[in-house]
């Protein structure tokens, strides 16, 4: 009670003196020119796209000035049956590739995780290829590969290219996510009677299963979304999304390109927050 | 006597938030040169906050910082005349550490010829010699951290910051570094401010603390004055070990206190400030005695039983069931070389201590 | 770890697949492209086995050696705009508050995820005659225009003509850089964040300003991050494609551009190949530089 009147008493004749507190001076985020360059930079990254997006629902064909908001185009490009078709096959694609990269990229991803082998280093190199060399150089190797193979370009051509580079990738992810894997946990399943393959299915496995996850997302993700080596391993009529977009936007500017652009980037954004969704819930629970 | 001269630092209440937590709540001390100031408090209590305050890498909320006379709101860190001893010790790990030395010296255009012999001279001064062109990944703990004191030194800082200096180094060397710091800050001259959370540091090398708990500052006092004389439950039983007792005041008269506790029925101590209502009546454990028989009168007496005796070597930790209701901890020298201990678990013993040597503590 | 040979069954089941679609579906094509580089063209654009460097002695000629040169130079520049953005954008995420951060990397990153060639394109209805920035920028010069008038000088500003923004070297850069931040800015923001940060306040205390802290302290002690992101911007710019082709104008063909020529209208695969090859020398001379630098620099920034 006293102490209460005591602080309201000298509080209130010396109003508290009002004064900007001063940043600490690594606190670079909450400095005006940093917050500039920050806001800059972002805006750098997000005008294209957003533009993009906004005038696919523009109504206009020269869709620079807004005119009004319409969904014609998407409708248009949704009776574009070249553009569905293309869309098809890029989801036919996608999901054979993701399968069989996720099967075969786990595997080798547990194995480089779990054996040690003589030459290991340089193996782990020439798996890593795929993913640093130029995506030019792959697409070019693979079409002198099917040309030599005398195989005719397709989605088959397609698929098997597309399997090859997210193999790598795939099991860069999973043994990412074993490497924080505690081998005491087997050890425990061991030692309470299970055998190998009980302890795989009980213990390793469902560890596991979040880098699978990630890894599947991430190999249909590249899939969905290759141009340079789907540009060379494609042949008529086998036609992807990406390639049909390309010819369209090497045509002319139109709304229709941006309605279908847009729903790819709807479709890579969904599964790509999906995947980031699962990976960051695991990692949470594992941490506690 | 140190009030005469005027303060080096005064800090004027000063209250840091962050969001709706307080870390520092209306702090209000002042520092004085020459000093060795400790900054004692449990983790999480504002200490280092306050430090870094002084340091200049917080701001307060409220409140004004003086150091030698000038106000440092608006200075930055690289503008004031202190300098920090970090925990982790900061040395780059990209520079020799002649070159950490002379960091502070270059970037604030002394001449490069000039910077190097007062490195080197700074390295003298922490025993360090002939070790300037080592890399700081070269160097074990203790040495890391006489380059880093090296280095806050050769800027001859008005007041040099130390923040819990001693945490990051084994046991052995930690009661060799206490003497060093003493000593060097005998050599320099220099105020140090130092945050500690073991009291046993404070106590060693401070001439003077301030203990703070959620952001309030306890009691400022010398390491004598803290243990024998603490102003409150926190301190007594921050610093040291301390056995409480709830009382409740029925009488003052002529400096004696007059306190009804429970168990021990109505005693008397000395006191010398205001005390009403229920109290705490603490002893340390070193002052009280044990004894088979009722001791003599003259002195608090109270009764227990035995549970547990850990022995320690020098000396050994009684634990006693009173009729207080309170477990008491007494110590006891070991003073005659005898296995065969003086009492068991289950003994009945009276407790016993001088009224003088009684604490009186307040809420 | 277990050794192979104590489960030789279970190593086997796990290796082969992925070992065999690898060896098959991409060694074997970098080994055929690499013996049709020593190869020659056929009278119709078929492939003749031969064991000749002549492709390479060609790869080294003035246009394709410009080309090449080209590249080189095309990448340094958009790298380096790269870096000059990725920077404060890095230090900015890495030094934000903590509940900011994981949204504001997220914000760095989506982009990142969003197809590659319809970010290019973008850039295309942006820079077009008929596009956002020439629109813009006949805005200001609308409003200039009214604002001379005002003051009495009509018609300083002459009639607008919409700048050529679209099909040159400078559209090239622009769209590498947005193509390519998020790949520098990644690897920098993981060491900032990592950085002690008690490093950059001793360095305050001890008397230096922020400039002389970034240059003395935390560009040395991020050292690891920055090589790693500028060279893996580097090698992404170096082996571009679709950038140059949709963006860039007929100067402004990079080596991606030309082994697509070859392998396309010119039907010249054994020079294709041969200039494969150059390319992926030239990347893995930067990835090896990159490694070096990462094993020179491990420890700093670790000790202490």
């Known amino acids: 009670m006293n102490a209460k009147l005591e602080t309201a008493a000298t509080a209130a004749p010396t109003a508290p003196i009002k004064r900007r507190e001063r940043r600490n001076p690594l606190d670079y985020s909450s400095m005006r020119w940093m917050q500039i360059v920050l806001a800059g930079n972002f805006m750098f990254l997000y005008f294209p796209i957003l533009a993009l997006v906004a005038f696919s629902f523009n109504d206009s064909k020269r869709n620079i000035t807004w005119q009004g908001f319409t969904l014609k185009y998407y409708e248009k490009a949704w009776n574009n049956i070249a553009l569905h078709d293309a869309f098809m096959n890029t989801m036919t694609i996608a999901t054979i590739s993701t399968l069989v990269s996720t099967t075969f990229g786990t595997m080798l991803g547990l194995a480089i995780y779990r054996y040690k082998f003589p030459g290991k280093a340089l193996y782990d190199g020439w798996i890593h290829l795929p993913i640093v060399i130029p995506e030019i150089c792959m697409g070019v190797s693979m079409l002198a590969f099917f040309a030599a193979m005398n195989i005719p370009l397709g989605i088959f051509t397609i698929t098997v290219s597309h399997i090859a580079f997210s193999i790598p990738f795939v099991a860069v992810v999973v043994r990412a996510r074993m490497s924080g894997f505690d081998p005491s946990f087997e050890e425990a399943s061991t030692d309470l009677g299970a055998n190998q393959w009980q302890t795989f299915w009980n213990v390793t496995f469902p560890y596991m299963m979040p880098g699978v996850v990630a890894g599947a997302l991430l190999a249909f993700t590249l899939s969905l979304d290759d141009f340079v080596i789907t540009f060379f391993t494609s042949g008529p009529g086998s036609t992807t999304f990406p390639i049909k977009i390309y010819s369209m936007v090497r045509f002319s500017v139109t709304p229709e390109v941006n309605a279908a652009s847009t729903a790819l980037i709807v479709i890579t954004l969904t599964l790509t927050i999906t995947a980031m969704t699962i990976q960051s819930r695991s990692a949470r629970r594992q941490g506690k | 006597m140190t009030e005469a001269r005027k303060p080096i630092i005064r800090i004027r209440n000063i209250t840091k938030r962050f969001g709706s937590v307080v870390a520092c709540d209306n702090v209000d001390f002042d520092i004085y040169p020459g000093e060795f100031f400790a900054l004692l408090g449990p983790s999480g209590c504002g200490k280092t906050t306050l430090l870094r305050m002084l340091a200049g890498f917080e701001s307060a909320s409220e409140g004004e910082i003086e150091i030698d006379g000038q106000p440092m709101l608006d200075v930055p860190p690289n503008k004031r005349p202190v300098n920090m001893v970090f925990q982790s010790y900061a040395v780059f790990p990209h520079m020799t550490v002649l070159d950490n030395v002379a960091y502070g010296l270059k970037v604030t255009g002394v001449p490069k010829a000039e910077a190097r012999a007062r490195a080197e001279e700074a390295l003298g001064l922490v025993h360090l010699e002939g070790y300037g062109q080592r890399m700081p990944d070269q160097l074990s703990g203790g040495q890391r951290q006489r380059v880093a004191l090296a280095r806050a030194l050769v800027k001859k800082p008005k007041v040099l910051l130390l923040d819990e200096p001693l945490s990051a180094l084994d046991a052995k060397l930690r009661d060799a570094m206490r003497l060093e710091l003493v000593r060097l800050q005998h050599t320099v001259g220099i105020t140090f401010v130092i945050v500690t959370h073991d009291q046993d540091e404070a106590l060693s090398m401070a001439d003077r603390a301030a203990v703070m708990e959620r952001g309030k500052v306890m009691q400022i006092a010398g390491p004598g004055d803290l243990y024998e004389h603490p102003n409150s439950r926190f301190v007594a039983d921050f610093i040291g070990k301390v056995n409480v007792f709830e009382g409740k005041v029925s009488g003052v008269s002529g400096g004696r206190l007059a306190v009804e506790v429970g168990g021990m029925g109505r005693i008397e101590v000395p006191h010398d400030g205001v005390a009403q209502g229920d109290v705490g009546i603490a002893v340390r454990p070193e002052k009280t005695r044990l004894s088979k028989d009722r001791p003599a009168s003259g002195l608090i007496v109270l009764k227990g039983k035995v549970t547990d005796v850990a022995y320690y070597g020098n000396e050994s930790h009684i634990l006693l069931d009173t009729d207080a209701g309170v477990q008491v901890t007494t110590t006891v020298q070991n003073e005659k070389r005898s296995t065969d201990a003086a009492m068991t678990i289950g003994d009945d013993m009276w407790i016993s201590w001088s009224p003088e040597d009684t604490l009186v503590l307040n809420g | ?304």
């Open chain 3, 1 to 304: 770890m277990e050794d192979w040979r104590k489960s030789k069954a279970a190593f086997a089941i796990f290796m082969a697949p992925a070992t065999f679609w690898l060896l098959l579906f991409f060694t074997v094509p970098l080994a055929i492209i690499w013996v049709y580089s020593f190869g020659e063209r056929g009278p119709q654009g078929q492939t003749e086995l031969a064991v000749s460097l002549e492709n390479y002695a060609r790869a080294v000629e003035w246009i394709p050696l410009k080309i090449l040169w080209k590249s080189l130079w095309i990448a340094t520049i958009s790298t380096v705009i790269c870096l000059l953005l990725g920077f404060p954008l890095a230090m900015g995420v890495a030094f934000a508050p903590k509940r900011w951060k994981n949204p504001l990397l997220l914000i760095v990153i989506l982009p990142f995820w969003t197809n590659l060639l319809i970010r290019t394109y973008a850039w295309i209805a942006i820079l077009r005659i008929s596009g956002f920035l020439n629109f813009g920028l006949e805005w200001a010069h609308g409003l200039l225009d009214a604002g001379f008038g005002v003051i009495g000088m009509p018609g300083l500003m002459g009639e607008f003509q919409p700048l050529e923004l679209l099909y040159n070297n400078s559209a090239v850069i622009v769209g590498l850089v947005y193509v390519n931040l998020p790949f520098l800015v990644l690897p920098l923001y993981a060491t900032l964040e990592k950085l002690d940060k008690s490093y950059l306040e001793a360095s305050l205390d001890l008397g230096a300003g922020q400039w002389r802290t970034f240059f003395s302290v935390t560009v040395p002690l991020t050292m690891p991050g920055i090589a790693s992101g500028v060279l893996l911007a580097f090698i992404l710019s170096l082996g571009t494609f679709l950038t140059p082709d949709l963006l860039g104008g007929t100067d402004s063909m990079m080596i991606g551009n030309l082994i697509a020529q070859e392998f396309g209208p010119s039907r010249d695969w054994p020079f294709g190949s041969a200039l494969s090859f150059v390319l992926m020398y030239v990347t893995f001379f930067v990835l090896w530089l990159r490694a070096t630098v990462a094993s020179r620099s491990s420890g700093v920034g670790e000790a202490g």
